[in-house]
């Protein structure tokens, strides 16, 4: 049984937003220090304190869900783990962020928006 389209269709979207992702993962991560220099002194501050086990646990967020998107879209079963990897990943990256750093003083509660 096919497919319905809009599930082809979604899935694309889905999988440009997780490449978007990526692509922000990899910016943020060659960014060095005169690159660093040209965001906010906040910004700047925050990304220069962040460990090696946070920019690990971001990769892992960030590709494990593409990967999950490629699967889910040929219909496979290993995106489910891949996508359960993902979101344990995202939530102790956004924790570590929000809990462990001066964001949420610095930016306010809008900040998790």
């Not at 079963?77 to 003083?105: C, N, R």
């Amino acid at each position: 049984m096919p497919a319905p389209r809009s599930l082809t269709i979604i899935g694309m979207a889905a999988l440009l937003w997780n490449l978007l992702g990526d692509a922000s993962f990899i910016g943020q991560y060659l960014m060095d220090t005169p690159d660093l220099a040209k965001t906010d002194p906040d910004s700047a501050h925050i990304f220069a304190q962040m460990p090696g086990w946070v920019w690990a646990t971001f990769a892992i967020s960030v590709f494990a869900a593409t990967i999950a998107m490629i699967l889910l879209l040929m219909r496979r079963a290993s995106a489910v783990p891949l996508y359960l990897l993902s979101t344990i990943a995202t939530l102790i990256l956004f924790g570590h962020s929000f809990l462990a750093t001066d964001m949420l003083p610095m930016y306010g509660w809008g900040a998790t928006l």
